[in-house]
C-alpha cells in the first residue's frame, strides 16, 4: 500500500477561515516532502516543500509542518481564498539521493464563499 | 517559456491499438517523467529519465515504453492499448542537480481505451 496518505479526503471552509490539511506517512527514512495544489483540469503546481531536519516551513500564506515522531506532514493554509479551492497532495521522497516522488491520494479543499 | 507541453490532449483508442504521448520542455531540466493518475489513487510514476538516453522504471511501468532521444523531449508509448490504461497522464519535469525535488507538471493527456 501506499506510506502517504491523507486523513480527510475533503474538506470544506469558509472564505476568510483557516485551512488545515494532513498527511501521514510511514516510512521514517524520508527526507524531504512536498505539497501540490492540483486545479481541476490542470497539472500539479509546486506550493512548499520542507526537509527532515526541519519543525516547520513558512510561505505566502501557507506553513507547512512536519512531525517526525509520529510521521506526520500538515499544510496550513491562512485567510483561504476561493482561487485555494482544489486538490492538495502531500508527496515524499523516500531515501536520499532519490528523484522519485511517492504521491498521496489528495486532499479536496473546497472554500465557501 | 512555455514549460512542459504535453500533446495530445485528449485521446480515444480501442483495445489492442497503439499510440504514443509527447512531452516536451523548455527548461532544460535533466529528469523527466511520466505519471498517470486514477480517481481515488493519487499519481503513480511510470517511468522516469535522469538524462538524454536514459530511461528507467517507476512503480507501475508494465505496458508502457519511453524514450529520451532527445533531452528536450520524452515519449512515453502504449504498444497494446487496454481498457486499464484509461486514465489522465501527467509528464513532469526537474532539474538534475538540484536537492530539491520540486516537479513542473504538464497539463495532462486524457487517454480512453474503449
Known amino acids: 500500500g501506499e506510506s502517504v496518505g491523507l486523513h480527510l479526503p475533503t474538506l470544506s471552509v469558509q472564505e476568510g477561515d483557516n485551512s488545515i490539511i494532513n498527511c501521514a506517512y510511514s516510512n521514517s527514512a524520508s527526507d524531504y516532502f512536498i505539497w501540490y495544489k492540483q486545479e481541476s483540469g490542470k497539472g500539479p503546481q509546486f506550493i512548499i516543500d520542507?526537509?527532515?531536519?526541519?519543525d516547520k516551513r513558512q510561505g505566502q500564506r501557507v506553513t507547512v509542518l512536519l512531525n517526525k515522531t509520529v510521521k506526520h506532514l500538515s499544510l496550513q493554509i491562512a485567510a483561504t481564498q476561493p482561487g485555494d479551492s482544489a486538490v492538495y497532495f502531500c508527496?515524499?521522497?523516500?531515501?536520499?539521493?532519490?528523484?522519485?516522488?511517492?504521491f498521496g491520494k489528495g486532499t479536496k479543499l473546497s472554500v465557501i464563499p | 517559456n512555455a514549460g512542459v507541453t504535453q500533446t495530445p490532449k485528449f485521446r480515444v483508442l480501442k483495445t489492442g491499438q497503439s499510440m504514443t504521448l509527447l512531452c516536451a520542455q523548455d527548461?532544460?531540466?535533466?529528469?523527466m517523467y511520466w505519471y498517470r493518475q486514477d480517481p481515488g489513487m493519487g499519481l503513480r510514476l511510470i517511468h522516469y529519465?535522469?538524462?538524454?538516453?536514459?530511461?528507467a522504471k517507476g512503480e507501475v511501468p508494465d505496458g508502457y515504453n519511453v524514450s529520451r532521444l532527445k533531452k528536450q523531449n520524452f515519449l512515453l508509448g502504449l504498444e497494446s492499448a487496454a481498457p486499464s490504461q484509461t486514465s489522465v497522464y501527467f509528464c513532469?519535469?526537474?532539474?538534475?542537480?538540484?536537492?530539491?525535488?520540486?516537479?513542473?507538471f504538464g497539463e495532462g493527456s486524457r487517454l480512453t481505451v474503449l
Open positions: 508527496a515524499e521522497k523516500k531515501r536520499a539521493g532519490s528523484y522519485q516522488l511517492t
Open positions: 529519465s535522469v538524462g538524454e538516453g536514459t530511461t
Open positions: 520542507i526537509r527532515s531536519n526541519m
Open positions: 527548461m532544460n531540466h535533466e529528469y
Open positions: 513532469a519535469s526537474s532539474y538534475g542537480a538540484s536537492n530539491t525535488g520540486e516537479l513542473f
